[in-house]
């Protein structure tokens, strides 16, 4: 069983800068893909990001490409979302998960099997 714990969330200007931090517990954790998803109020969740098992490849939603840049620290068990040139739309709660099912796409909220509990991360304009 991972625990996943988020950190980091806040209130930024649009154009601006924020990095939001996972910390996983309770199992090994280079043994998992790491997503990063974000869900607006009335929207669905949606894909942000993921990095591999080594962080050796990553691969992001078109709509933060370039602008978000997803790590991840084996020794340390973390993994973090930097975010620059941030936008109104990009306000969401954001998630981080472990992906549990490799067969089907990475970017499916169902292939991941652990999620923690969201920060906030809002954008004024």
């Known amino acids: 069983q991972v625990q996943l714990v988020e950190s980091g969330g806040g209130l930024v200007q649009a154009g601006g800068s924020l990095r939001v931090s996972c910390a996983a517990s309770?199992?090994?954790?280079?043994?998992?893909?790491m997503g990063w998803f974000r869900q607006a109020p009335g929207k669905e969740r949606e894909f942000v990001g993921v990095?591999?098992?080594?962080?050796?490849?990553?691969y992001y939603a078109a709509s933060v490409k370039g602008r978000f840049t997803i790590s991840r620290d084996n020794a340390k068990n973390t993994v973090d979302l930097q975010m620059n040139s941030l936008k109104p739309e990009d306000t969401a709660v954001y998630y981080c998960?472990?992906?549990?099912?490799?067969?089907?796409?990475?970017?499916?909220?169902?292939?991941?099997?652990?999620w923690g509990q969201g920060t906030q991360v809002t954008v004024s304009s």
């Open positions: 309770g199992g090994t954790f280079s043994n998992y893909d």
């Open positions: 990095i591999s098992r080594s962080g050796g490849s990553t």
């Open positions: 998960a472990a992906r549990t099912d490799y067969s089907r796409s990475r970017s499916l909220p169902a292939t991941y099997g652990y």
